[in-house]
Structures are given as structure tokens and as C-alpha cells.
T-cell receptor, first 113, second 116 residues
Framework: NAGVTQTPKFQVLKTGQSMTLQCAQDMNHNSMYWYRQDPGMGLRLIYYSASEGTTDKGEVPNGYNVSRLNKREFSLRLESAAPSQTSVYFC????????????FGSGTRLTVV | QKEVEQNSGPLSVPEGAIASLNCTYSDRGSQSFFWYRQYSGKSPELIMFIYSNGDKEDGRFTAQLNKASQYVSLLIRDSQPSDSATYLCAVNIIFRPAGNNRKLIWGLGTSLAVNP
């Protein structure tokens, strides 16, 4: 099925460890996004990529890096995980220059202990 | 700061009733408006979008838009227990006119509980 695929679905990290969250879409969308969602805080944009080769910071970029590997793939890296990064992470894709909504991946539930 | 506001709820309605979910937004230049449904532990899924003033119906769902009042709502008729979820309102704004780049600004969501 067409859509946005995220891996892994669950992850537990120790403080200071690093990891990369993977995201791939097969809808030929130009734009991709990384969000985190915390209780009472809603969806907060971490980074986005308007098109292949470009990335920009969102509302909460500190502690994260991203790579737009190609048109399909957009990864999120935590270099040194902190308990404050415990959250559910969603990747999404869209056509940024059109009035369309976003398609979301199934999410990654990350716990940092 | 562009904002989208929703009542957090919970909104509780009996099965078969009409659920009314409301959203206000601050950017008068917004052109498109979206309602997403999010079940607990799942990702948001798009259920309705609306671009023009007035009503748009899709099955049991009706989206209503009033740009003058900067207000968008979602009505769910004949509510079912399976409609129990958090409903997120999102508004598309142009943040980079040169490239016609848009992004969604999200509300915090309204929790809906439909009681059998």
C-alpha cells in the first residue's frame, strides 16, 4: 500500500545514546516533515524538508539532526538522547506548494531512560 | 504567531447524537482547512478538508467554514462509539510566498467520547 513507512515502531534508549529514525514515502511527494507529539503539547514540528536537497528547522530542532537522503527518504537523528526526548515521533509527507493535507507514518514511540 | 485553537474537551455525546467540534484560527490569509482524527496510540488520519466558505458534506461528516469569523467546525451525525478519538484541526498557511510554500498549523485537538 502507498504511504509513509517509519522504522522502528518502538525504541528504548539510555541517556547519551544515539539513534536514527527512518522514514520513507512512496507517493512522490516533494515535502517531508518530522513531528513529535507529547501529551498536552500537540504536534510540534522538529524539522522539515520542502524538497530534495533542502532542510529547515521547525519549532523544536534542538538535539536533533536530519538528512534528506533522496526524494523518498528523510531520517531524524538523535546524537545524544536525553529523557526530554521521550515522545512519539511522526514522519509526514505532502506537496508543500499545494493545498493538500499531510500523510502520516504510523509513528515511533521512543523512551529515553 | 499563527495560532489554531480548539477546546480540549473531553466532549461527551450519546450514541446517535450530533457531535460538534470547533476551531478558530488567527491567520486571515489561510486558504485551506483540515480535520484529522487520531485514535489513541495511532497516527493522525485526514477525514475532511474544506477550502470555501459554507458546508462540505462527506457521509456522516460535515465541515463548515466561515472565513469572516475565522472559524471552522466539524459535525459528526449519528455518532458511533468508533468515532471516539481526538480530532485535530489544521490550517494551511503560506510561509514562503516566493515558492508558494505552505505548512500546516495544528490545534491541540478535541477529545471526543461517544457513549453507547
Amino acid at each position: 500500500n502507498a504511504g509513509v513507512t517509519q522504522t522502528p515502531k518502538f525504541q528504548v534508549l539510555k541517556t547519551g545514546q544515539s539513534m536514527t529514525l527512518q522514514c520513507a514515502q512512496d507517493m512522490n511527494h516533494n515535502s517531508m516533515y518530522w513531528y513529535r507529539q507529547d501529551p498536552g503539547m500537540g504536534l510540534r514540528l522538529i524539522y522539515y524538508s520542502a524538497s530534495e536537497g533542502t532542510t529547515d528547522k521547525g519549532e523544536v530542532p534542538n538535539g536533533y539532526n536530519v538528512s534528506r537522503l533522496n526524494k523518498r527518504e528523510f531520517s531524524l537523528r538523535l546524537e545524544s538522547a536525553a529523557p526530554s526526548q521521550t515522545s512519539v515521533y511522526f514522519c509526514a509527507s505532502s506537496e508543500m506548494d499545494k493545498d493538500y493535507g499531510y500523510t502520516f507514518g504510523s509513528g515511533t514511540r521512543l523512551t529515553v531512560v | 504567531q499563527k495560532e489554531v485553537e480548539q477546546n480540549s474537551g473531553p466532549l461527551s455525546v450519546p450514541e446517535g447524537a450530533i457531535a460538534s467540534l470547533n476551531c478558530t484560527y488567527s491567520d486571515r490569509g489561510s486558504q485551506s482547512f483540515f480535520w484529522y482524527r487520531q485514535y489513541s496510540g495511532k497516527s493522525p488520519e485526514l477525514i475532511m478538508f474544506i477550502y470555501s466558505n459554507g458546508d462540505k458534506e462527506d457521509g456522516r461528516f460535515t465541515a463548515q467554514l466561515n472565513k469572516a469569523s475565522q472559524y471552522v467546525s466539524l459535525l459528526i451525525r449519528d455518532s458511533q462509539p468508533s468515532d471516539s478519538a481526538t480530532y485535530l484541526c489544521a490550517v494551511n498557511i503560506i510561509f514562503r510566498p516566493a515558492g508558494n510554500n505552505r505548512k500546516l498549523i495544528w490545534g491541540l485537538g478535541t477529545s471526543l467520547a461517544v457513549n453507547p
